[in-house]
């Protein structure tokens, strides 16, 4: 972390501050897990702190602490507007392009208050007037846990430890990915320390799935396919699928890796179609040097990590298919 974000944020936060904290649109256990510890933290140094997330946020999320106090974009737009609008200071958390929040983009843009980006996704557009951007790091909860350990000496509160904890733990696929590295553990222990549960956190976010989540990720591993010749799969859920399981948000988060966990593929997809958006959501996974990241750029408007990273496509499930399979030819060579 550079000296000159500290100074600078430290100078900021001299007098109390009115602050919003945003997440990137479906937030996950690190995006909600990193803006609520910061929120948290603000407001034990006395400073107005709110979260305002662009949607909803899945239920296996809805325990951690402080979540009653997030206010929905699409659930109330007047009252996120004034504070967007009346806000000091706008912190951006876990995202790296304003796209990444919807309509909420254009009115941080336009408030005058001082943007400050945390962020560990590659390519950051410059938005924000205070950066703190770091793409080696494994999450952003762990860049927060780096920031409030240099802000302040009094350690950390349980409630900030625990949201802290799970955005490591999420985001690191339980300390496996190769981005976890001996700092991250040691974190985790301070985490720990502080008072962070981890095994019940693992048993919220992991042990909590609705009888048909596991009937839809039936479905999702039955239509597994594999390129012909190539480390590479790709499942599809259509809308229908989706309906037949009572879909609700965040039921298929981790699918994805049930396809990166056959022995010797590299590059795992999922195709989810979502009727009401018109678009099919992708995710993209992959192990070693294949870049999914750059990927979802190229290929499907999105981007990411190197090893994790989401698109979209606007075509039919058919389609999309096609388009990813046209797409996978042209990458073969990498493999
Ligand atoms: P997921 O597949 O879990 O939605 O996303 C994997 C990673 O890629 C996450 O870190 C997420 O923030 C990022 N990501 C997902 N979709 C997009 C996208 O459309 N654009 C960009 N820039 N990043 C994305
Ligand atoms: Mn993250």
Redesign the pocket.
């Known amino acids: 972390m550079e000296k000159d974000f500290i100074t600078a944020l430290e100078q900021r936060l001299q007098t109390p501050k009115k602050t919003v904290i945003i997440p990137?649109k479906?937030p996950?256990g690190?995006?909600l897990g990193s803006t609520l510890a910061w929120m948290h933290f603000l407001q034990n140094e006395n400073h107005e702190a709110l979260i305002i997330s662009p949607n909803d946020y899945p239920k296996f999320l809805n325990w951690m602490p402080g979540q009653e106090q997030i206010l929905i974009y699409n659930q109330k737009k007047e009252l996120a507007e004034k504070k967007i609008e009346e806000a000091d200071l706008i912190f951006t958390l876990?995202?790296?392009?304003l796209?990444?929040i919807d309509a909420l983009g254009v009115l941080v843009s336009a408030s005058k208050a001082e943007k400050v980006m945390i962020d560990h996704?590659e390519s950051p557009e410059d938005y924000a007037e205070l950066m703190y951007s770091d793409p080696q790091m494994s999450s952003t909860c762990e860049m927060i846990y780096r920031l409030i350990a240099e802000l302040n000496s009094r350690g950390f509160s349980p409630e900030i430890a625990s949201c802290l904890y799970t955005g490591i733990m999420t985001?690191t696929g339980s300390f496996r990915y190769p981005s976890t590295t001996a700092e991250t553990h040691k974190a985790i222990a301070q985490l720990v320390e502080s008072g962070a549960d981890g095994t019940a956190i693992h048993q919220n976010i992991y042990d909590s799935s609705s009888f048909n989540r596991l009937k839809l990720l039936g479905i999702a591993l039955s239509n597994l396919n594999q390129i012909e010749s190539l480390p590479i799969v790709y499942i599809t859920l259509t809308q229908a699928e989706l309906n037949s399981c009572d879909y609700q948000k965040g039921d298929t988060?981790g699918f994805?890796n049930y396809g990166l966990s056959l022995e010797g593929v590299q590059f795992a997809c999922i195709m989810i179609e979502n009727e009401k958006e018109g678009k099919i959501?992708?995710?993209?996974?992959s192990k070693g040097s294949f870049s999914v990241n750059e990927f979802?750029?190229t290929y499907f408007?999105?981007?990411?990590?190197h090893n994790?990273?989401?698109?979209?496509s606007k075509d039919s499930m058919n389609q999309t298919v096609q388009r990813f399979k046209t797409a996978v030819a042209e990458i073969a060579n990498q493999f």
């Open positions: 990137h479906n996950d690190d995006a876990d995202f790296n392009a796209s990444r996704h985001d988060e994805v959501k992708m995710s993209f996974r979802a750029r408007e999105g981007g990411g990590h994790a990273a989401g698109g979209m």
